[in-house]
């Protein structure tokens, strides 16, 4: 069995995580309020961009998602930084240079504290006014060096470590916001779609999915696991296929151009989860291995969320934005890394219309609360090779006799 000679192999990355959280950065200032460790210069990537593509591609790996961080290039409202800008335009030349192809995300999970201030996505009036103005400049600033678009990195994701578990700034637990904060993020891809679409660079969804299971059978876990599963899944999927954005507990809204807004259905899969009768996740399957995040990396999961996608959205083509296993035993990640790979290619064999895969992360980086005890990478911090990314380039690159 193989992949396609156009599917799509690469590494993903945020500038917070690789580069550091910038001095205007909600980010920086939870990193000051002692909420979060300190991610100082990230992983090196803002003096070491140049050499890790170079290394990348050497591996067969030549797409590339990174963030072009909002409060570097607008520190405050209005006023951009030059130096800012040059330098993301001088890393997207040399990803070019290398034969990567730069994706680009808008944002991943921090603002500039002079847009958090405004409410955010919270509030109709930033979110249409702040939002849109970015992404256009963005979008005519970067754009000729852009090989696609990833503008929201996992919404609900976002939404719910900000405004309901308080994991990140602005740190609240409040149900109304948080779907005040989700409605209005599904709305900025839309706002983002509207920017972006039309050009020969591609736009991709990133939504954080897993399968939800009940814990037990008892009537609250059951009912838990579908609320649960209809904010993960239902939500956006309505407004993708139907045009038709719906909250929990609200009235339906129709907003017809949210409907297909995007070129890919791109997402990040890491595990499974159980929803327990007290709406607390717990890892599935039950008794699997659980890494130092919390959760059980499970391959067969992906391809639940493949076939669902599939099932659900026909027609659209699908993305792997993100899929790795955080832990400082590589064997394991190989292990699932290769169990990952069947499922992809027997998924493509059954005619899943499936693009490309993505591994998070590249190069060991910044994982948020964790500060940097958690590796992700297919290299470490030294740019020494794992395994794991021998196993990777063995179905990246492209041999005489077909990959691997």
Request: negative net charge.
């Amino acid at each position: 069995m193989d992949l396609p000679e156009s599917f799509w192999w690469g590494t993903a990355s945020s500038s917070t995580q690789c580069e550091g959280a910038p001095a205007q950065s909600d980010w920086l200032a939870w990193e000051r309020a002692g909420k979060a460790p300190p991610s100082g210069d990230g992983n090196g990537f803002a003096t070491r961009y140049a050499d890790d593509f170079a290394l990348y591609a050497s591996y067969g790996l030549t797409h590339h998602r990174l963030s072009i961080e909002w409060a570097r290039i607008e520190p405050r409202e209005g006023r951009r930084d030059d130096a800012a800008v040059e330098h993301y335009r001088q890393v997207l030349t040399a990803a070019r240079d290398a034969g990567v192809h730069p994706w680009v995300c808008l944002h991943h999970f921090t603002l500039p504290g002079w847009f958090a201030d405004e409410r955010a996505f919270l509030d109709d009036r930033s979110r249409s006014y702040y939002w849109p103005r970015h992404v256009a400049f963005c979008a005519e600033t970067f754009g000729d060096l852009v090989f696609g678009w990833k503008p929201i990195n996992e919404p609900f994701a976002y939404v719910a470590a900000a405004y309901l578990l308080g994991a990140n700034p602005p740190g609240t637990n409040d149900l109304d916001k948080l779907l005040d904060a989700y409605r209005g993020i599904l709305l900025a891809h839309r706002d983002a779609w509207r920017e972006l679409r039309g050009g020969d660079s591609p736009v991709a969804t990133v939504h954080n999915l897993s399968p939800l299971f009940s814990a037990d059978t008892s009537v609250p876990a059951e009912r838990n696991a579908r609320a649960v599963d209809d904010l993960m899944w239902g939500m956006w999927m309505r407004a993708d296929r139907d045009g038709v954005l719906e909250l929990p507990g609200r009235a339906a809204e129709r907003v017809s151009d949210m409907r297909e807004s995007s070129d890919l259905i791109g997402f990040s899969y890491y595990s499974a989860n159980a929803v327990n009768r007290d709406l607390t996740l717990s890892p599935y399957p039950s008794g699997a291995r659980v890494g130092p995040l919390g959760y059980a990396p499970w391959s067969e999961g992906l391809g639940i969320v493949l076939r669902r996608l599939a099932e659900e959205l026909p027609g659209r083509p699908l993305l792997i934005c993100e899929h790795g296993v955080g832990t400082d035993d590589d064997e394991w990640r190989c292990s699932t890394l290769a169990e990952s790979l069947s499922i992809v290619e027997q998924a493509v064999a059954d005619g899943v219309d499936l693009r490309g895969f993505f591994h998070w992360t590249g190069v060991d980086n910044y994982e948020w609360l964790h500060g940097y005890d958690v590796p992700f990478g297919l290299f470490d911090r030294e740019r020494e090779p794992r395994p794991s990314a021998d196993l990777l380039a063995s179905y990246a690159r492209p041999t005489p006799q077909g990959r691997r």
